[in-house]
């Protein structure tokens, strides 16, 4: 294998005329240039340089690896100078997937406080719910997941490195209107009766779920992954509906009042990506980006 520090001197050595002219510019003694051409000419399997008496110039295979030396020499330089880039957050790319209200809450904070310490560093967005975010993270689609998982399902992530960012509670809604509205917080068999509007498919789950352990199935009259739909439909008087309190940040909710479920519905907010990634500067940079904008 050809080895680029015997490029250099091979380079060196053509262009200075003697080995001993090479070793003064690249500041090392003339038997330490000769070995290293020795090397390089073994590697190449042919010699590179004829010596005749004081004299000294380059085979045909010389001259040919000159030429392609000074290509290669200057890839090598201008790869090494982008790398440095990357690993002092100078340059460098992250592909970032969240669910909706992640992008519109945590996301623009971090992302603005990435840009602000490293102007260089390009991200792209864009949005997916789990489980389909953390398989874009494995197909090797996005560098970092932001998702969200209920109790009971920690297993899904023993693959990729997990970091916590907050934990979000359900809160329930109802019309301003309602019978309830008042109440402050209110058991979730209290709105058995009611028709209900359903939110994303884990969510949804979720609802299902926490109905039927109070002794009820949920009458889902409505279904919709958009938020400000959700409070609309509520507002209208056509259900209830549980949400996030990260997606309420971020939608206006006149006509609806949002209530305290009891039992308390949670669900833990994280930020995902795989193990070798975690190592890339622009990752790590990003993920703690994400952690500072969950404990503002």
Same mark, same amino acid.
């Given at each position: 294998?050809?080895?680029? &520090?015997?490029? &250099? ?25 000769? +070995? ?29 690896? =000159? ?16 790398? $440095?880039?990357?690993?002092? !957050? &100078?340059?460098?790319? =992250?592909?970032? =997937?969240?669910?909706?209200? #992640? ?16 102007? #260089? ?37 023993? /693959? ?9 509670? !359900? ?17 979730? #068999? ?15 789950? +979720?609802?299902? /779920?926490?109905?039927?352990? $109070? ?26 509906? =549980? %949400?996030?309190? !990260? ?26 990506? %795989?193990?070798? @990634? ?8 990003? %993920? /703690?980006? @994400?952690?500072? $904008?969950?404990?503002?």
């Amino acid at each position: 294998m050809i080895e680029a &520090r015997h490029l &250099r001197v091979l380079r060196t050595v053509a262009a200075t005329g003697s080995f001993s002219a090479a070793a003064r510019e690249l500041g090392c003694t003339q038997p330490a240039v000769s +070995q290293q051409m020795k090397a390089l000419e073994s590697s190449a399997g042919t010699p590179l340089i004829v010596r005749t008496g004081r004299e000294m110039r380059l085979t045909q295979a010389g001259e040919v690896l =000159v030429r392609h030396a000074t290509g290669i020499l200057a890839g090598l330089t201008a790869a090494e100078e982008e790398i $440095a880039a990357i690993a002092g !957050l &100078r340059a460098g790319r =992250v592909r970032l =997937v969240s669910f909706p209200s #992640g992008s519109s809450t945590l996301v623009p904070t971090a992302l603005a406080a990435l840009r602000a310490a490293h102007p #260089g560093t390009r991200v792209s967005l864009v949005e997916a719910e789990p489980p389909s975010s953390a398989q874009m993270l494995r197909d090797g689609d996005c560098d970092v997941a932001l998702a969200f998982r209920y109790g009971g399902s920690a297993a899904e992530w023993d /693959d990729l490195i997990v970091r916590p960012l907050l934990v979000d509670r !359900l809160v329930g809604l109802v019309p301003e209107d309602h019978r309830l509205a008042e109440a402050g917080t209110v058991a979730i #068999g209290d709105l058995a009766a009611e028709p209900w509007i359903a939110g994303c498919p884990r969510c949804r789950k +979720q609802l299902v /779920d926490a109905c039927e352990e $109070a002794g009820f199935t949920p009458r889902i009259d409505f279904a919709t992954d958009d938020y400000p739909a959700v409070i609309g439909l509520v507002a209208a008087g056509l259900g209830v509906a =549980v %949400l996030p309190e !990260l997606a309420m940040e971020s939608v206006r909710s006149e006509g609806v009042r949002a209530l305290t479920v009891e039992p308390s519905v949670q669900r833990e907010i994280v930020a995902l990506t %795989l193990p070798d @990634l975690a190592q890339v500067p622009t990752v790590a940079a990003t %993920l /703690d980006q @994400l952690v500072l $904008a969950a404990a503002r």
